[in-house]
């Protein structure tokens, strides 16, 4: 087993022991889309027309929740500073953070999608686009989390900043991930939103890594 | 580059330079708010409110141009690990903030007896508004630190992703207004501006450069002093 799946096994193992850790970003995720319905009224027309902005600033918001989490408990006891000193790139630690990140927050989510999609009667034709949407959306969603995370290690007031810096980074996924489900449901074609969700997810890729462990190694001198 | 690293040759430059800037920073403010006021013709179709372009345009010109050389003054500071770049770099953030707000505020002032409305969720103003919480952004984690280099550093890495950033969310944005919103916003800059508004905003914009550049120098200034006073506290203690 290499380094970096064992890392990523590593993060996975320490998520499910915390069990409950994993399903509170769920349950902040369905809690928070629940209280759109009380606030703006229960008509079914009105809320099939939101369903896909409200999953998706819902999702935005839950994916912030863990992500203070992601490097402070390893910058805390330690661990981090053997990770750096590893032969593994530092680069390759954060994509590995990232993608148990993705495993244990993401992807949850999007198997959650759905079924908050039906409680908002959102039309049954943009359930798949939904799902497929979510699906590319969320890794940039990590990826770019995992960017502020590392930025904020060791900041006075790490998860207030958090959510200020990460939020903007997160607008063209926003924007893409919507219109991808809108246009589904219109009736039109969606490849050129799920294009774009595609072409963010490989810049994020790209750039989210090299960001990343250049704020580590600054948190670590 | 180098030469400047010192910071008694800065400060000397400093102070030869500053009068000049900010005596041509009023001049060419007043003078240009002269010529906005009074010399250039009211708009056909918009009447006097359109002054307010004299203000607003350069105003958001300087906060795109302030965010570029945040930018470029983290790429120095990462690489060179210049010393004044970070200071520049600092100094920037909280006018280029200021341009941004103001270029909010004046547009949303134009946009009451304009479009009926203080607030449109228009491409631009929306990318702008994104832009100025990308600015509270660098400013607070500029300061979120004990180790105000460890805050130097950080920023210039959350300055630099930005300003990749920038044009992506600005062109998301675009595509997501034509997407929900008919062109039903008046825009600026159809037909070609005619030369008796433009030299007023030229005026307007060249006094808003000059304004920003007296202030980096007089905030660098400062942060190298108070770094000064800093070490002399230090200094004394260690003394002691």
Known sequence: MSAFARLVARDLRLALRQRADAGMVVLF???????????????????????????????????????????????????????????LPLEATV?????????????????????????????????????????LGSPSLSLIGAFGAALTLGARRGGVLIPLLVLPLNIPVLIFGVAAIDAALAGLSPRPHLLFLGALFLVTLV??????????????? | MHRFANPGRFLRLANALL????????????????LALFVAPPDYQQGESVRIMY?????????????????AASAVALIWRHPLADLVAKASSPVGASFTFLAL??????GKPMWGTWWVWDARLTSMLVLFFLYLGHMAIM?????????????????????VNVPIIHFSVEWWSTLHQPS?????????????MLWPLLVMMLGFKLYYVSLLLVRVKAELLAARLRARAYAVLDAS
């Open chain 1, 29 to 87: 995720f369905v809690l928070t889309a629940a209280l759109f319905p009380l606030a703006v009224g229960p008509e079914p027309n009105l809320l099939a027309r939101m369903a896909p902005g409200i999953i998706w600033v819902t999702a935005l918001l839950a994916v912030l929740l863990s992500l203070e989490r992601l490097f402070l408990a390893d910058y805390e006891d330690g661990s981090l500073e053997l990770l750096a000193l590893a032969p």
């Open chain 1, 95 to 135: 994509l590995a953070k990232a993608l148990a990140h993705w495993l244990t927050t993401g992807l949850p989510l999007v198997v959650a999608g759905p079924l908050l999609a039906l409680l908002y009667n959102m039309d049954a034709a943009g359930l798949p686009m939904l799902v497929l949407a979510m699906a």
């Open chain 1, 207 to 221: 750039t989210a890594p090299l960001a990343g462990a250049a704020a580590l190694r600054q948190a670590l001198e």
């Open chain 2, 19 to 34: 009068p000049w800037c900010a005596g041509l920073a009023a001049v060419s403010i007043a003078l240009g708010l002269y």
């Open chain 2, 55 to 71: 203000v607003h345009v350069p105003a958001a010109w300087m906060a795109l141009f302030i965010y570029t050389a945040i930018a």
């Open chain 2, 105 to 110: 505020v004046t547009g949303s002032l134009w």
């Open chain 2, 143 to 163: 300061n979120a630190f004990e180790d105000p280099a460890r805050g130097f550093r950080a920023a210039a890495v959350l300055a630099l992703i930005g300003f």
């Open chain 2, 184 to 196: 039903s916003v008046l825009r600026l800059g159809g037909p070609a501006i005619h030369a008796s």
